[in-house]
Structure formats: C-alpha cells, structure tokens
C-alpha cells in the first residue's frame, strides 16, 4: 500500500476510533443578504470594523468597512462604497458566529452584548444590553422578523 492509502487508511481509523463522522454537522443558517446589506452590514461596519477590532484579516470574525480594511483592489482605507465581494464576505463572516438558534445566545451577539465569564468580550460591551435599537436590528434579522 503506498502513503495515500496508509494516509486513508489511518483517516478512516481515526474516526472511527473517534466515534464516526458527525451524523449532527448543521449547515450554517442563511438570514435575508438584501437586508444585511441595507441595514446590518452598515452597523458592523460603523460598531465593529475599527482597525484595532475586526477591521483587521488577523481576526476571525474580520470585516471590510469603508474607509478600512478593503479587498484588493480597493486601497486600505479607501472610500468607495463596498462592492457586493466585500458585503458578501462580510455575510459569510458574520454566518459563522450564528452558532445557538436565539439571536441573543448566538457568538455574535454575545460578544457584543460581552457576556460575563468566558464569554467576555476583548472589545468590551459595544451594546450596553440588548434593548440597544442596534443590537435588536440585528437581533430581528438573525430571527428572521423583518417588514416586507
Ligand atoms: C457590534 C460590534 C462587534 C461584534 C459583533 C463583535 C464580535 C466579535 C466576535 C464574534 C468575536 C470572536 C471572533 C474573533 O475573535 O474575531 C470577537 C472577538 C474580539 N473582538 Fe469583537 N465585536 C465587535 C466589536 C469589537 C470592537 C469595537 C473591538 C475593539 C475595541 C473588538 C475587539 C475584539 C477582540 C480583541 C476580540 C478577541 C478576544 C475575544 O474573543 O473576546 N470587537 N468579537
């Protein structure tokens, strides 16, 4: 048998001996894009995208905001209005701290409302609680409450 399936081989071994490939994997839910592009990725961007914060590729949850981080071929710091690539990857970036079926309890809110405990945020609270009226925007978008 030749490496590939030696690699196979002990792929297969290892999740098995971990218990088999995970039957729960969920996809990563998909809240309205037209209303994240009119009326939460302006938010992120104005609360979140600071280049000291998640204006910044070093961060996870990392965020294209005008006049900061830009996707080439827009400069650093340029002022052009977002291309749809950039409200895109925003959209896929905030999609993977949806993680918990209430708006409140999913990463994304929690780090902004910061928790206490291990949930605490390296940003602080930016929403003092959620009664913010930024924080129940995006709270009504993750729930999918919004006018026609
Ligand atoms: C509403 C606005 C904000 C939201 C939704 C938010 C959300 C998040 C999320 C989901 C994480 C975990 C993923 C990661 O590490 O990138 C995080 C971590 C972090 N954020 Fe924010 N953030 C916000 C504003 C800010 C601001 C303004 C700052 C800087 C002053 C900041 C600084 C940090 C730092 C340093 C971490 C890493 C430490 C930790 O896990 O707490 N954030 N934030």
């Not at 098995?16 to 961007?45: K, N, Q, R, T, W």
């Amino acid at each position: 048998m030749n490496v590939c399936h030696w690699a196979v081989a002990a792929a297969v071994g290892l999740s098995v001996a971990c218990g088999g490939p995970s039957e729960s994997f969920e996809p990563l839910p998909e809240p309205d894009f037209s209303l994240f592009v009119s009326e939460i990725s302006p938010i992120l961007e104005a609360r979140c995208a600071d280049g000291g914060c998640h204006g910044s590729p070093l961060r996870p949850f990392a965020l294209y905001a005008v006049g900061r981080h830009r996707l080439a071929p827009q400069p650093t710091f340029s002022r052009v209005p977002l291309e749809m690539e950039e409200l895109s990857a925003n959209y896929h970036t905030a999609r993977g701290f949806i993680d918990a079926p209430s708006p409140l309890e999913t990463t994304l809110l929690h780090k902004a409302l910061s928790r206490g405990g291990e949930e605490a945020h390296g940003g602080g609270a930016v929403f003092q609680d959620a009664s913010d009226p930024e924080c129940e925007v995006i709270a009504r978008w993750l729930q999918g409450d919004h006018e026609p």
